[in-house]
């Protein structure tokens, strides 16, 4: 997949499906934690409600009063005229109503003979009618400590727990099962029974857990608070998903540009790098008797060619340790190679910036050179005709290679502007005459075809060994021979091939 549909296509709306998800589930977190936060703040209104009429409560069990005479009675009346939620107050007797404040609310038969109802919620609690499971109004609450029963107003409660944004309850809790003892308009009863209710929270007192404040938002309420942020969210997550495609690009543009990829290869990943193997043969016999080692590049975007990854290791400066790179890897090939103990050569390009006179002691210390020349082959080097420059120390360089065993060749020669008293002083080798000067030979009347037998006598007279590049026919083969070149390569003979595919070529050759 190219890298630009990859982050428009996958990266792009994958970083705004995220985001956006993110976005909603931050809006889901907010409408949630004010809804607990509301049940939270409603079951302390609660618990500072129930506590007051706890507060009366003892301080009625503090009447000195004869129970039920009048003062006592006048007593009980004052209570209930001073508090705004107190319905009634009454004097049990175990289930019986000895007497009341007076509003005899609590005079009615019957209320009282279900015990279980007064012992069920350790007489905290008292409703006056049957109990019903939470889905079922009940109208009246009431709590009792000693002998007095405060019997209070619902509407109380509801006032409490009333709010704009939420429907909410308060829940009498049993040990197994649960009833409302205040709520509003909604049944919420799932909010008590299920974990996790949008916009819905519980909140209980804890010691003990008798009663708990049930809030679920109501649903317009709920989509007022978590639209604008998640309009705001999708605008984000659009433009996070933009910025995120941008940098996407930018890492890919790194990564698949050719200056990223040979970078890579160099500093990580050396096995990007291989080489191939072109025969050089001995154009009278057809006898093999070196070949030129060429680097390829292969990673998991694609091949490159050298004609676009060796400038890039100019580039960067990394021209030896590119060169090192190769020797070591041809030579570790070669050297597994079986050829049959004859004579032979391999044959390196070295770049020009590396012959300088101040590289001289990085080659000396080469250990990949150093393996080369320790091999049962020759080592050559081939520079190209057009770098050759006395100016740079190249000569002094070239003469400490030679010391060390190695070979030179001139490389692509015909290119530049050698003249033979260079090529005398240079002490090279052999000479590779340019493959643009073996394309034009077999035209007798061209001007190549003329200057090829002058580049010859002029090898000759410098006495280099002569090799034409870029043989691709017979008849090219036959005339370089015929104007007295003695080495070819090219495709006639062979392409560059894998050190296995050049063990059978010289073993056939
Ligand atoms: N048309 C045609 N081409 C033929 C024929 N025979 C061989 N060739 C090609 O000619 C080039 C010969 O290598 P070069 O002149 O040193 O030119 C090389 C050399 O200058 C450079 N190069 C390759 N490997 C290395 C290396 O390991 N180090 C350095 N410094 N340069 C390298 O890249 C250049 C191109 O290498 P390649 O693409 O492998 O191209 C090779 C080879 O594949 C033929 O019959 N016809």
């Known amino acids: 997949m190219k890298p630009n549909i990859l982050t428009t296509w996958v990266i792009a709306p994958l970083l705004f499906v995220i985001f956006f998800v993110v976005f909603i589930l931050i809006a889901v977190f907010d409408v949630q934690r004010d809804a607990e ?37 006048e007593r009980l009346r004052v209570e209930v005229f001073k508090s705004d939620s107190v319905r009634d107050i009454a004097y049990v007797d175990g289930n019986r109503v000895l007497c009341s404040a007076g509003s005899g609310f609590l005079k009615s038969d019957g209320l009282l003979d279900k015990e279980d109802l007064i012992g069920a919620m350790e007489r905290k609690f008292w409703f006056n009618m049957q109990l019903m499971q939470a889905g079922v109004r009940v109208s009246v609450t009431a709590q009792q400590l000693g002998n007095y029963v405060i019997v ?79 309009t705001l969210g999708l605008v984000l997550s659009f433009l996070l998903a933009l910025l995120g495609k941008s940098l996407a690009d930018q890492m890919l543009a790194k990564r698949y540009s050719l200056q990223g990829r040979v970078r890579r290869a160099l500093e ?41 990854f060796i400038p890039v290791v100019q580039q960067m400066r990394q021209t030896w340790k590119f060169t090192e790179l190769i020797m070591a890897r041809a030579v570790e090939e070669l050297n597994r190679c079986d050829f049959q103990g004859r004579a032979f050569y391999a044959s390196f390009n070295v770049f020009p910036e590396d012959l300088s006179k101040d ?36 000569h002094e360089s070239l003469e400490f290679l030679r010391k060390m065993g190695v070979r030179i060749a001139i490389d692509d020669f015909g290119t530049g502007h050698s003249n033979l008293n260079m ?17 034009g030979s077999e035209d007798p009347e061209s001007v190549r075809a003329k200057i090829l037998p ?24 036959d005339h370089v021979l015929k104007v007295g070149v003695e080495l070819g390569q090219g495709y006639f003979f062979s392409r560059p091939v894998s050190a296995e595919v050049l063990t059978n070529y010289v073993q056939n050759h």
């Open 37 to 73: 936060k509301t049940a939270e703040q409603m079951m302390h209104q609660t618990g500072e409600y129930l506590l007051s009429t706890m507060m009366v409560l003892q301080k009625l069990n503090t009447i000195a009063d004869a129970p039920c005479s009048d003062s006592f009675i």
């Open 152 to 230: 209070e107003y619902p509407g109380h409660f509801q006032s409490t727990i009333a709010s704009s944004a939420y429907d909410s309850a308060v829940v009498a809790v049993f040990p197994d099962s649960s009833y409302y003892f205040a709520y509003g308009d909604k049944d919420i009863t799932r909010v008590l029974q299920r974990p996790f209710v949008l916009g819905g929270g519980v909140a209980c007192n804890d010691d003990p857990r008798t009663y708990c404040v049930a809030v679920e938002m109501h649903d317009a309420e709920m989509l007022a608070s978590v639209l604008p942020l998640l």
């Open 454 to 477: 002058i580049m010859v006598e002029i090898a000759d007279t410098a006495g280099l060994k002569k090799v034409a590049e870029g043989i691709e026919t017979q008849e090219q083969a």
């Open 268 to 308: 990580k990943e050396p096995q990007n790098f291989y080489c191939v193997f072109q025969p050089i043969v001995e154009l009278s016999t057809g006898k093999t008797m070196g070949c030129e080692v060429l680097a390829r590049f292969q990673d998991d975007i694609g091949g490159l060619s050298p004609i676009d």
């Open 359 to 394: 590289r001289a002691e990085i080659i000396s210390t080469s250990k990949p050179l150093a393996a080369a020349l320790n091999s049962p082959f020759d080592v050559v080097i081939e520079i190209l005709e057009t770098s050759i420059d006395y100016g740079s120390g190249m």
């Open 423 to 439: 090529l005398i002083n240079f002490e090279a080798d052999l000479l590779k005459i340019d493959r643009s000067f073996v394309d």
